[in-house]
């Protein structure tokens, strides 16, 4: 069965550090990982993606996510922090050998201060 | 432009009554899903398809049915057995290959349901 873990329920930072969001999974196929990002009472958008390949994918607005096959850990990143980037992130992960289901983690709110 | 379209955006319901929320796409995705969202708790798969006429259940599919009679529309129904059906919902689409949006989730903008 798949599952992700998000372990924290808030991070908070300044403005201007980096940021880490931290995400670990579990999936018996080779693992697709994503990142998605919700502004209060809105859907979910895109940020990031790990199907193959370099283990560091870069995303939309500046974030980018380290893929760790040993720890099965895909940790959100971003090297300076913005207060706009204020807002709940959720990690999910798919079955890549042919699974559709998409599982994801109960999200981390991140707070970033000026 | 292409997306996708949940309607109601809000819908108050009273105990006892079935309400359906609809999902509509225009992106020509094949896959569709159905989320709650809750406080604290992420988002939870409800139902998802794959193709027309079929869809499996999730890992909360008690209390709720779906339809995929065609592509571009998987309506949920929240029903009476549904025992706190109180939650925001939301619908996805995405479709596999090798392009840079494969296997991305697209997200509606969500109907809140609240049972009165």
């Not at chain 2, 159905?34 to 079929?54: A, E």
Request: proline share 4%; hydrophobic share 35%.
């Amino acid at each position: 069965a798949q599952s992700v873990a998000q372990p924290e329920d808030q991070v908070n930072v300044a403005e201007g550090n980096p940021l880490t969001v931290k995400c670990t999974y579990s999936v018996s196929g080779n693992p697709y990982l994503f990142w998605y990002v919700q502004y209060p009472n809105r859907g979910l958008q895109f940020l990031l993606k790990y199907i193959t390949g370099d283990n560091l994918v870069k995303g939309s607005y500046g974030f980018e996510a380290e893929f760790n096959k040993s720890q099965t850990s895909f940790h959100l990143k971003k090297p300076s922090a913005l207060v706009s980037d204020s807002a709940l992130y959720f990690c999910a992960v798919r079955d890549g050998n042919g699974g559709f289901k998409t599982i994801f983690g109960a999200g981390t709110r991140l707070f970033v201060k000026a | 432009d292409g997306g996708i379209t949940q309607s109601p955006k809000y819908l108050f319901r009273k105990e006892g009554q079935n309400v359906t929320l609809s999902c509509e796409q225009n992106l020509n995705h094949d896959a569709m899903y159905w989320y709650r969202q809750d406080p604290g708790q992420g988002l939870r798969l409800i139902y998802y398809s794959q193709i027309v006429n079929d869809f499996q259940k999730g890992d909360i599919a008690e209390g709720y049915s779906v339809s995929r009679e065609k592509k571009e529309s998987f309506p949920l129904t929240v029903t009476s057995a549904q025992k706190n059906p109180t939650a925001f919902y939301l619908c996805a689409s995405s479709t596999p290959g090798g392009g840079s949006g494969a296997n991305v989730l697209t997200f509606g903008a969500g109907s809140r349901l609240t049972v009165l």
